[in-house]
């Protein structure tokens, strides 16, 4: 019987590289929030100044230009300058998906080592790993559940209530 060589728990502090997976980012949690009180603003059809949504969301108004820069490369919103510019979404909140949005921001859902095709270095035991299988089908539920709500759905309470 081949044995696995667990890491000891005495680090206090995991690898930067491992940080990454299985978490919704401030960032990520910010993009969500910014796109949509863009959406809740378009139902005006009136662009809005990032100065608002900073101070309404309490944030800097150089960390919500970052992700504005961020989204609008990303095709979700667009800017107009001026005296009466700003940001609006680039299209309508019921063909943005969270999937969109959380990828854009943070890159692809990675729940497990071995889901990342970005390392140098794979795992060691992915070859007999248990729960390799298990991983794999949670983030497809995770990704199907993502791509399923849109930030039309947050409006209508849809996100919190559909059974996956």
């Known amino acids: 019987m081949e044995t696995l060589e667990i890491p000891s728990e005495t680090t206090t502090q995991a690898p930067a590289e491992l940080a990454r997976y299985f978490r919704i980012s401030s ?58 510019g700003g940001y609006r979404l680039a299209k309508s909140p019921e063909r943005i998906t969270m999937g969109e949005l959380v990828r854009l921001l943070d890159g692809p859902v990675l729940l497990a080592h071995c889901q990342d095709t970005g390392i140098s270095m794979p795992c060691p035991a992915q070859a007999s790993c248990a729960s390799r299988f298990f991983f794999h089908r949670l983030k497809m539920v995770i990704d199907r559940e993502l791509d399923a709500t849109t930030l039309a759905d947050l409006f209508a309470g849809e996100g919190s209530h559909r059974s996956v």
């Open 27 to 84: 960032r990520t949690h910010h993009g969500i929030v910014f796109a949509a009180e863009l959406a809740r603003a378009t139902a005006h059809e009136r662009p809005v100044a990032i100065v608002t949504i900073a101070d309404r969301m309490g944030l800097s108004a150089g960390y919500l230009e970052e992700l504005a820069r961020c989204l609008r490369e990303g095709g979700i919103i667009r800017g107009s300058r001026g005296r009466h």
